[in-house]
Nanobody, 115 residues
Framework: QVQLVESGGGLVQPGGSLRLSCAAS????????MGWYRQAPGKQRELVATITNGGITVYADSVKGRFSISRDGSKKTVDLRMNSLKPEDTAVYYCRTNTGGADYWGQGTQVTVAS
C-alpha cells in the first residue's frame, strides 16, 4: 500500500507562482512513476506532468514552459513548480503514483488563480 499526501495549494493571482508537494509513504517497487493531474469543475481529470524514477518527464502541452516537476527518490516526494499561472489552471490537483502495477492517488489540493 502507498499513501500520498499533497500540500501547497491556494489562491494566487494570474501570473503568480505556486509549488505543490506530494509526500509518499509505503512500499515502492524499483520502477515507479509519480505525477500530477488536475480536474477543473465540469471537466475530466487530466495529466499535468509525470516523472519516472529515472527522471524522465512528460508535460501537458498547456503547461510546458511554465510548470516544472521534480522528485526526490530517497524521500519519495514529488514537487510541481507552477509559474505564470493562468485562470484556466484553476483546478483540484492530485498526486498520483503507479508502482508495482497499481495506481494510488492523493486526496487533492485546490489551486485557484484569480484576481
Amino acid at each position: 500500500q502507498v499513501q500520498l499526501v499533497e500540500s501547497g495549494g491556494g489562491l494566487v493571482q494570474p501570473g503568480g507562482s505556486l509549488r505543490l508537494s506530494c509526500a509518499a509513504s509505503g512500499t515502492f517497487f524499483v520502477s515507479y512513476v509519480m505525477g500530477w493531474y488536475r480536474q477543473a469543475p465540469g471537466k475530466q481529470r487530466e495529466l499535468v506532468a509525470t516523472i519516472t524514477n529515472g527522471g524522465i518527464t512528460v508535460y501537458a502541452d498547456s503547461v510546458k514552459g511554465r510548470f516544472s516537476i521534480s522528485r526526490d527518490g530517497s524521500k519519495k516526494t514529488v514537487d510541481l513548480r507552477m509559474n505564470s499561472l493562468k485562470p484556466e489552471d484553476t483546478a483540484v490537483y492530485y498526486c498520483r503514483t503507479n508502482t508495482g502495477g497499481a495506481d494510488y492517488w492523493g486526496q487533492g489540493t485546490q489551486v485557484t488563480v484569480a484576481s
